[in-house]
């Protein structure tokens, strides 16, 4: 449950460092440079942009729609285990547009926070509940502001449906798309993705440490980076939120045709259940 926001901040601050004692650390103010726990009625447009229906990419399943109905706010109960989150929802709506010439059965959430929250190095965290079901491709990552890949992409956290494991990668120039740069988290016995996990990545001027509940799961250094590529790290980036169905990467993972790809008809059972929510706690990010 969510404490006083002093409290909470030395909470999210241990989660994220790894430090297990409270008196070896002491979070200052002005070490946050923005945080959202998503206490409002709705999401703060101040901070977050929706994604809307001309965009789509890898194949996905979904059209991204700004509504009420794809990204929302909760509270109590409906937050399930904390005060209130933000969910990301997809929904099975059949032939809901024609966007460069495919049709759409499936509708969902994406937010960022472009030209609105952009950060150079730090550290972002956010903690999260996932679905169960093959072929979810939600993810938490951050973008450059430019031309992709040549401004760099941070993948913190992306899962694809098999509910064990979660994956970090880094793309640029040279090592985008199929990049080597990739990792695997597998959970400990008892653990999974439909657990609260806090998902977070320090980037320095070296390199990233990828964590998980403060584990490190995965570190990349600038010259691991520069064997395959141009470091695309000492520009600012913005943070995205996103539920995709099927695509690319699931459909790499299971191997899915049919119904749709990377989609099998069960998770589209799960869908059409109103099952495909992802819940978001808080995001953070400190320098």
């Avoid at 937050?79 to 010439?101: C, E, M, Q, T, W």
């Amino acid at each position: 449950m969510k404490t006083p926001l002093k409290i909470s901040f030395l909470t999210l601050a241990l989660l994220i460092s790894g430090i297990s004692h409270s008196q070896e650390f002491q979070p200052k103010s002005s070490d946050t440079l923005f945080f959202d726990d998503f206490s409002g009625s709705s999401l703060d447009r101040e901070k977050w942009n929706v994604q809307g229906t001309d965009f789509w990419v890898n194949n996905e399943q979904q059209i991204y729609v700004d509504s009420s109905a794809t990204v929302f706010a909760v509270k109590g109960d409906d937050a399930k285990g904390v005060d209130n989150a933000l969910i990301l929802k997809a929904h099975y709506s059949p032939d809901f547009i024609n966007y460069r010439d495919y049709d759409f059965d499936f509708i969902s959430g994406r937010i960022n926070t472009r030209d609105k929250v952009m950060f150079t190095y730090g550290t972002a965290a956010a903690r999260m509940k996932l679905p169960e079901g093959s072929g979810y491709w939600p993810a938490f990552w951050a973008l450059g502001g430019g031309d992709w890949p040549d401004t760099g992409e941070i993948d913190i956290m992306e899962y694809v449906g098999e509910t064990d494991w979660i994956g970090v990668a880094l793309h640029g120039p040279g090592y985008s798309g199929e990049t080597p740069l990739v990792n695997k988290y597998f959970f400990p016995e008892g653990e999974d993705v439909t657990d609260w996990h806090v998902y977070s990545v320090d980037w320095t001027p070296e390199g990233f440490d990828f964590r998980v509940d403060g584990r490190l799961i995965y570190r990349v250094t600038k010259p691991m980076v520069e064997h395959y590529g141009k470091w695309a790290f000492d520009n600012p980036k913005y943070l995205i939120l996103n539920l995709a169905l099927g695509g690319a990467y699931p459909f790499k993972t299971n191997g899915i045709k049919e119904p749709y790809n990377g989609l099998p008809a069960s998770t589209v059972d799960l869908i059409k259940e109103g099952k495909a929510e992802v819940l978001v706690d808080w995001v953070l990010i400190t320098k």
